[in-house]
């Protein structure tokens, strides 16, 4: 019966391949095999698991967190901080790159939106980039890559179900994920200045003689606006995202509120900000709370669907015959390392990241347990590796969102030359976590002896 658990596994992942809804195919393949090896009459403990998930007090944030971060994409948040930083530091070499990194982290700190991001990025920032003299690969890599930011830094949505699956605190999990994020910061930030060092001409300074005048209209460009202005314009813009990181992520760390409480500021604060920008309107409103609903229903299906699967697989073996090869690999607890995480890179190429989130780290999840491996630097380690998933062909969401947004001139061919240095940052990233868990608990782990002592 274990064999017959790893075809089930094995059947999931085609069907889910041949592009089925997720949610059903799962529940769909569990009945088929539960059905046969188990009876039907096993199933009679599935709406407990159900109620359970249902009434989980910590996945109420991710409704509040996707509504926050669909009301700050409508509020013209995104248009503020790349105009602004495009005018601060367009005229460095790399300067527009470094800019759409900078604003890809902070609107990955306050939406956390993957296809809004990467799309408001994509029909602001890229045909400026390209104008002013930039390689398409360059920009289109630059802009994919800054869009997932939003994947591992705090308030994710990935870290919140991965805290549910695992079994972690999701405010230790924020915590620990700051590090790798201000981390793929610096790095894809010396990249693109190390590239503009050695190539100017793929990523050259901005210049009003060299470039189209369309630039000056797209970034506001005025010579004559004297710097302390611009600075202020600046602050304008960077002021309220700030504070609302802040008091969201700041009510967590200090214990002050729970993630899910701490959602619910950052929905308020979301809300004002559209007031304040005076994009608050009914249609905006209507959008916002149908998008949520779509994508939290999504989620929670999906989480259903995997909850009968996981307890399939389980009454089957599948979850002993898995552990019995994993705890026997080479190397011990390295080799599980490296055999998980090359596991779930490689799936990322084909699946979302919602579903290697509900299928694979629940199998893997107790076996680092067993192996004495700490969960929450695991569950960090999952979460970088996760977010390569987003920028890996063929599948990858952010080229899609991207490719879309793109003008005509921009080809896929590009855009997938243009991600591979990006997703071997990530990697480096996801090796040198392994090597340093430092990197990971050194947070938590202060937030812990501030708050004790």
């Given at each position: ?424 940052l990530q990697v480096i990233t996801l090796m040198l976590i392994i090597v340093f868990p430092k990197l990971v608990t050194w947070l938590p782990d202060l937030m812990d002896n501030l708050r004790t002592g």
């Amino acid at each position: 019966m274990e064999a017959w658990a790893i075809v089930m596994l094995v059947v999931a992942v085609a069907v889910l391949l041949l592009g089925y809804p997720v949610a059903f195919s799962l529940g769909a393949v569990s009945l088929l095999f539960g059905g046969i090896f188990l009876g039907l009459e096993f199933f009679s403990l599935l709406p407990l698991r159900i109620w359970g998930i249902m009434t989980n007090f910590t996945l109420l944030a991710v409704p509040l967190f996707v509504f926050m971060g669909i009301i700050l994409e409508k509020s013209g948040l995104a248009d503020d901080l790349l105009n602004t930083m495009g005018e601060l530091c367009g005229k460095l070499k790399g300067g527009l790159g470094l800019s759409v990194v900078l604003v890809g982290a902070l609107l990955a700190a306050t939406t956390g939106v993957v296809g809004a991001t990467v799309v408001t990025m994509s029909v602001i920032a890229l045909p400026v980039m390209l104008k002013s003299g930039y390689k398409p690969e360059l920009a289109t890599g630059t802009i994919a890559a800054a869009g997932t930011l939003g994947q591992i830094i705090p308030p994710s949505i990935v870290l919140v179900l991965l805290g549910d699956v695992i079994g972690v605190p999701v405010g230790r999990l924020f915590m620990g994920a700051v590090t790798p994020g201000l981390f793929l910061i610096f790095l894809f930030i010396a990249y693109i200045l190390i590239v503009a060092r050695l190539n100017p001409t793929y990523a050259p300074a901005y210049s009003r003689q060299s470039s189209l005048a369309s630039i000056d209209e797209k970034l506001n460009v005025d010579d004559d606006e004297p710097a302390a202005d611009l600075y202020i314009r600046v602050m304008k813009s960077l002021v309220p995202p700030l504070f609302l990181i802040i008091s969201v992520l700041g009510s967590i760390f200090l214990g002050i509120a729970s993630p899910t409480e701490s959602a619910a500021v950052g929905a308020l604060g979301a809300l004002l900000l559209a007031v304040i920008h005076k994009k608050l309107n009914l249609n905006n409103l209507q959008q916002a709370m149908r998008s949520t609903t779509r994508m939290t229903s999504m989620v929670f299906l999906i989480l259903i669907g995997a909850t009968a699967f996981g307890l399939v697989f389980r009454g089957m073996g599948g979850d002993e015959l898995v552990k019995a090869v994993m705890t026997n690999l080479p190397g011990g607890e390295w080799g599980f390392l490296f055999v998980s995480m090359a596991i779930i890179f490689l799936l990322g190429f084909f699946l979302d990241f919602i579903e290697i989130c509900f299928i694979v780290v629940p199998i893997l999840a107790p076996i680092a347990h067993l192996m004495g491996i700490d969960l929450m630097w695991f569950a960090v380690l999952i979460a970088v590796n996760l977010q390569t998933s987003f920028l890996t062909p063929p599948f990858g969401f952010s080229l899609f969102y991207l490719k879309a947004a793109a003008p005509p001139s921009v080809k896929i061919q590009q855009i997938y030359r243009g991600i591979i240095p990006f997703v071997i940052l990530q990697v480096i990233t996801l090796m040198l976590i392994i090597v340093f868990p430092k990197l990971v608990t050194w947070l938590p782990d202060l937030m812990d002896n501030l708050r004790t002592g």
